[in-house]
Nanobody
Framework: QLQLVESGGGLVQPGGSLILSCAAS????????IGWFRQAPGKEREGVSC????????TYADSVKGRFTISRDNSKNTVYLQMTSLKPEDTALYYC?????????????????????WGLGTQVTVSS
């Protein structure tokens, strides 16, 4: 199982940008699809984006399409979430999670129950 650590969160003004990082250790990173999820106070956890092992598949929630970009660097065991044109409604605790897919190099999903290992999260606050 992977151990995951998120970083890069902070306070940003509306319209601003942030890049979140998800650093992995403890297993063969190449076998895992990685997802980003977020949870705002009083709301359910929401799938934001995911990327397959091969990087051939990326998926985005409708609420972030065109504003967020997910990428991964398998040589650094890290996944990134570039967030632009941030809105107050993007304020949440952002988590990354891993989904073991040794036989499915092009698969990822935004269904949180498919992910077994989770980081502790990094807070993103969008406010003026």
């Amino acid at each position: 199982q992977l151990q995951l650590v998120e970083s890069g969160g902070g306070l940003v003004q509306p319209g601003g940008s942030l890049i979140l990082s998800c650093a992995a250790s403890g297993s063969t990173f190449d076998y895992y699809a990685i997802g980003w999820f977020r949870q705002a106070p009083g709301k359910e956890r929401e799938g934001v984006s995911c990327i397959s092992r091969s990087m051939a598949t990326t998926t985005y929630a409708d609420s972030v399409k065109g504003r967020f970009t997910i990428s991964r660097d398998n040589s650094k065991n890290t996944v990134y979430l570039q967030m632009t044109s941030l809105k107050p409604e993007d304020t949440a605790l952002y988590y990354c999670a891993s989904d073991f897919r040794p036989l499915s190099s092009n698969y990822c999903s935004l269904r949180d129950y498919e992910y077994r290992s989770w980081g502790l999260g990094t807070q993103v606050t969008v406010s003026s």
